[in-house]
């Protein structure tokens, strides 16, 4: 309630009605000598009730007088009775003051005129057969500020004003909260988005926040994508003369025979580190810049992640590592299946890279509400908290001691963490209970029947 | 054996058809796509290496135009890093791929296998098959189905040849890599998923309307048999 919206709301609306009141109240104040005419109203009210009030009280007694006064009795006045022996005849409590004052009249035997002195009137009414009663009949002049409301008109202007500070507020606050979901989309990284020319059009301060805005989405656009030229022509660039340094190193091979076997053998075994490391980029640079067309069909999670374990389970046993799996059926995404195998895949060869010697990779797929979660966890030594997030920067390493051996985590995570998030979903680092590295890949699952992958592969 | 090496890289070309020379092939070089297909459709070549990045006509453009006249064997070299170069080359025809920058050697190893299958069939004109629709003549490395021939390249062939051999069994990847690729199944490829996937497309579905060729999850394929 009290977002920006609701503030600006109440408080303009706040400001319009104590102004009003505010107005009101020392108009009436300041005003004093001259009796605004509500007031001047309710007297001659008054004076009309108190003389038919003491017409009935001499007609019919207290009985009728207390019947005349629920019926007619008048927000305008108070009114007291007091018997001869001077007791309040409706067993009202009286104030003080009006008490003493009673008492003073008690022994007066005259009927008097009726007169009235500063908003009171007291008067005598002889009632037959009872004695002399005594009524005291007191003004009571209405607030200034309810003054306010006696005027019909006044409702329309409340709810006109509400209208109008609802609309200042919608009209301040809607262009906000259209900036921040700009906003947060950039920041979810889609660097295409734009305020739009309903805000941009705008003259006021909103209008040049929406312009200013729009030129630092343009410019950031501009360096990421320029950087991501960069990167892929100049991977790109460095695959002819890496083609040519292998069609060489063949050829040396030939030649020489064992002679410089050694030497050659690590020569080729540096381009292929090197031919690994551009594929890589390219694909990264490919699948962040969108080039790559997708495809998009049904893909069946547990039979991509057997694949997946299947291929990793080869590798993993030249370490005396295992590899197990605990897979969900029928889970299906929508999505690209080369795509969700080589992200899945990265991660697993990644665990399995890091897992100990002799140690397992636990895969695992279940859903979780309307997601697919894939769990990969490896029994290594995990990765310090503070580098967690940035587990899934391009070439990002942590600690001095693990990259030497092992090269680094290199681009697979980079290129998981672009393909999941092109499908939707998202991807998470954690150090697992009892040591390792547990990375969470969650899907959105295809709103179709999960039970039609069922035919496949039985 | 005659190899066609079509790549717009003269040095690279130059280099590597000496190295090819050396293991004994003979070796023409093609510097784009035009002259590439051209070549190719003289029908002088047991096969063509075909890079995807070539002036005139793309490796495509000249995979596609060449596989209106010709089953040939193609091995493309793709650009490595984009896995969709691989795919599409595939499902264009070609009989496998290899990303490029590549090391000569499995280069070699490749055309190899590729000209192992293509030739073994041609010499065997016996052991024609016959499974459900499907008739499979192995000398004139013909595929009819319901009395139709269905196009296959000479690796999907071998590839539907070996699956209808044990039809009703499953075939695990590693042997169907070996038996119809002539190689070693290596890790993280999925080349052969692609050849299923295009005899899937060609063949189309059975009768029943079931899917021909299953995938059994982890161990390998079936081609069903529509009398189980």
Known sequence: MFNLFGKIFLWFWGTMLVTAAAVAFTTAQLGGAKIPPMIERAHVQFVEAATEATGVLASGGVRALGRWRDEHGTRSMRLYVFDPAGTEAFGQTVPAELRRFSRRFAGDPTPGPMRERRGMIVHAVPVPGEGLYRLVMIFQ?????????????????????????????????????????????????????????????????????????????????????????????????LRSPLARLQAALGLARQRTGEQAADELERIEREAERLEELIGQTLSLTRLASGVESR???????????????????????????????????????????????????????????????????????????????????????????????????????????????????GLGLAIARRAVELHGGDIRACNAPGGGLQVDIRLPLSPADSRSGQDEGE | MRILLADDDEELCDMLGAYVRREGFDVDCAHDGEAALASALTGAYDLIVLDVMMPKRDGFDVLRRLRRESLVP???????????????????????????????????????????????????????????????????????????????????????????????????????????????????????????????????????????????????????????
């Open chain 1, 295 to 409: 495809r998009e069909e049904t893909v069946d999670l547990a039979g991509l992640l057997r694949s997946v374990a299947d291929d990793a389970r080869f590798e993993a046993a030249q370490g005396g590592r295992t590899v197990t799996e605990q897979l969900e059926d029928f889970l299906l995404v929508r999505g690209d299946p080369e795509l969700l195998h080589r992200a899945i895949e990265n991660v697993v060869r990644n665990a399995v890279r890091y897992t100990s010697v002799g140690g397992a990779v636990e895969l695992s797929l279940r859903r979780v509400d309307a997601q697919a979660l894939i769990s990969v966890r490896d029994y290594g030594a995990g990765v310090d908290r503070r580098d967690l997030e940035r587990l899934f920067d391009p070439f990002f390493r942590s600690g001095e001691a693990r990259d030497r051996a092992s090269g680094g985590y």
């Open chain 2, 74 to 228: 193609v091995l493309m070299l793709t650009a490595r890093g984009s896995d969709v170069d691989s795919i599409v080359g595939l499902e264009l025809g070609a009989d496998d791929y290899l990303p490029k920058p590549c090391n000569p050697r499995v280069l070699v190893a490749r055309m190899r296998a590729v000209l192992r299958r293509a030739g073994a069939e041609t010499d065997d004109d016996t052991g024609d098959l016959q499974v459900g629709d499907i008739e499979l003549r192995r000398g004139a490395r013909r595929v009819r189905r319901a009395d139709e021939v269905v196009e296959l390249t000479s690796t999907e062939f071998s590839v539907l040849a070996v699956l209808l051999e044990s039809a009703g069994r499953v075939v695990g990847k590693e042997a169907l890599s070996e038996q119809a690729l002539g190689r070693k199944l290596t890790r993280y490829d999925r080349s052969l998923d692609m050849h299923i996937s295009n005899l899937r497309r060609k063949l189309g579905p059975l009768p029943d309307g079931e899917e021909r060729i299953q995938t059994v999850r982890g161990v390998g394929y079936l081609y069903r048999r529509t009398e189980d």
């Open chain 1, 141 to 237: 002049p209405p607030h200034p500020v309810w003054h306010l409301f006696t005027f019909p008109g006044l409702l329309v202007a409340l709810l006109l004003s509400a209208v109008v500070c609802f609309g200042l507020a919608r009209y301040l606050t809607s262009p906000l909260l259209r900036l921040r979901g700009v906003v947060q989309a950039l920041a979810g990284g889609d660097l295409s988005v734009r305020v739009g020319p309903a805000l941009t059009r705008r003259g006021d301060e909103i209008g040049s926040l929406g312009r200013d805005f729009d030129r630092m989405a343009e410019r950031l656009q501009e360096l990421i994508e320029s950087q991501q030229r960069l990167l892929r022509d100049v991977s790109h660039e």
